[in-house]
T-cell receptor, first 113, second 110 residues
Framework: EAQVTQNPRYLITVTGKKLTVTCSQN?????MSWYRQDPGLGLRQIYY???????DKGDVPEGYKVSRKEKRNFPLILESPSPNQTSLYFC????????????FGEGSRLTVL | QKEVEQNSGPLSVPEGAIASLNCTYS??????FFWYRQYSGKSPELIMF????GDKEDGRFTAQLNKASQYVSLLIRDSQPSDSATYLC??????????FGPGTRLSVLP
């Protein structure tokens, strides 16, 4: 089954404790992206990657890191989480061409105390 | 700043009526336009996409695009309670990135 898989789905952590949210897709998509969703603000892009070893900042990259060492994986790293990073996070992927439809993971709800 | 704007709602319509959702965008270089539906606590799922000016129909859904006015809309005919969700407008530009609007919450009343 074609899918984007995120882990963990739910996480409660404390300020300053490094964490990684993993994202993996099995559709051989070139493009992968991370979004955060907050009430009233919609989906805001954190980072994106057009292909392996190619990453770029989105609209709200502060406090986040990413890497793209393999085509299928695109982990989101919070080196020192803060309460303002409490949010619902979505990973998404798509082919570089075609319709450009974004396929989303199920989301990861992160709470930073 | 590239922006996509939508009325946040909630938009309430009776069952069987037509729901009209609107979206405006600021980047004239935008190439393609998407409507996603998102149920509470779930991930967005694609409803329709449109590239060219005019209307595009798919079942009960019609997307309308007017690039001169920088306006895209989604009509849902014969609205059902199961259509109650948040609808996200998304715009893809030449940079291959998506910009999402804040979403319109639709409530279809039985």
């Amino acid at each position: 089954e074609a899918q984007v898989t995120q882990n963990p789905r739910y996480l409660i952590t404390v300020t300053g404790k490094k964490l990684t949210v993993t994202c993996s897709q099995n559709m051989n998509h070139e493009y992968m992206s991370w979004y955060r969703q907050d009430p009233g603000l919609g989906l805001r892009q954190i980072y994106y990657s057009m292909n392996v070893e190619v990453t770029d900042k989105g609209d709200v990259p502060e406090g986040y890191k990413v890497s793209r060492k393999e085509k299928r994986n695109f982990p989101l790293i919070l080196e020192s989480p803060s309460p303002n990073q409490t949010s619902l996070y979505f990973c998404a992927s798509r082919l570089a061409g075609g319709t450009g439809e974004l396929f989303f993971g199920e989301g990861s709800r992160l709470t930073v105390l | 700043q590239k922006e996509v704007e939508q009325n946040s709602g909630p938009l309430s319509v009776p069952e069987g009526a037509i729901a009209s959702l609107n979206c405006t965008y600021s980047d004239r270089g935008s190439q393609s336009f998407f409507w996603y539906r998102q149920y509470s606590g779930k991930s967005p799922e694609l409803i329709m996409f449109i590239y060219s000016n005019g209307d595009k129909e798919d079942g009960r859904f019609t997307a309308q695009l007017n690039k001169a006015s920088q306006y895209v809309s989604l009509l849902i005919r014969d609205s059902q309670p199961s259509d109650s969700a948040t609808y996200l407008c998304a715009v893809k530009n030449y940079g291959q990135n998506f910009v999402f609007g804040p979403g319109t919450r639709l409530s279809v009343l039985p």
